[in-house]
């Protein structure tokens, strides 16, 4: 008999575009990858209420019963990658969740396997049945909503824009 054994649960769906509106604010140059992002300077004062309200119900209908209590929203924002533009390998710190929205692009987010070193050390790096990341297919449109401590990235290659965020819960 299979078994999973510490599984990683992900969400991937589908969102209405229309129905996420982020004010136009100022971007500015982020991180290493020198990525243009509204990370520092989209407030969720200036977020509209109808935008939050969508966003708690892509939430609520994903993570349902692997809710905390009290969740809420952190920070969301905005980045444009242009076709040569990446982030490096990072966590979201502190939080719970994340989530990335692909406004108009398909995704180039990659996962890492948390045992990867391990396999790699033990298996290498062509063992099916142990993969050492998870690179979702996911058109514009579509979100992924992860535990916040998952290693990962965003390759370059394609131009666009997303929405990424973060939710806090207690546990």
């Known amino acids: ?37 509204t990370f ?8 509209p209420q109808d935008t939050w309200e969508y966003l708690s119900e892509i939430v609520d209908r994903n993570l349902g019963q692997m809710m905390g209590a009290n969740p809420r929203f952190g920070r969301v924002w905005k980045n444009v990658y242009n076709k040569h533009d990446y982030q490096d390998v990072h966590i979201h710190p ?12 398909c995704s180039k987010t990659s996962f890492l ?3 990867i070193k391990d396999i790699q050390n033990q298996l290498g790096n062509e063992m099916v049945q142990f993969p050492l990341d998870y ?10 909503i992860f535990p916040s ?4 990235m965003v390759n370059s290659g ?14």
């Open 94 to 105: 502190k939080s719970q969740w994340s989530f990335v929205i692909y406004v108009d692009r």
């Open 1 to 37: 008999m299979k078994k999973e054994l510490f599984a990683i649960p992900i969400f991937e769906d589908q969102v209405d575009l229309d129905r996420i509106n982020l004010t136009d604010v100022e971007f500015e140059y982020t991180w290493d990858s020198n990525t243009l992002s």
């Open 158 to 171: 394609e131009e666009g824009t997303t929405i990424s965020g973060n939710i806090y819960m207690d546990y």
């Open 40 to 47: 520092g300077t989209q407030t969720p004062e200036s977020i």
């Open 113 to 115: 396997n948390p045992s």
């Open 149 to 152: 401590f998952l290693f990962h």
């Open 135 to 144: 690179k979702p297919n996911l058109e514009a449109g579509s979100i992924i």
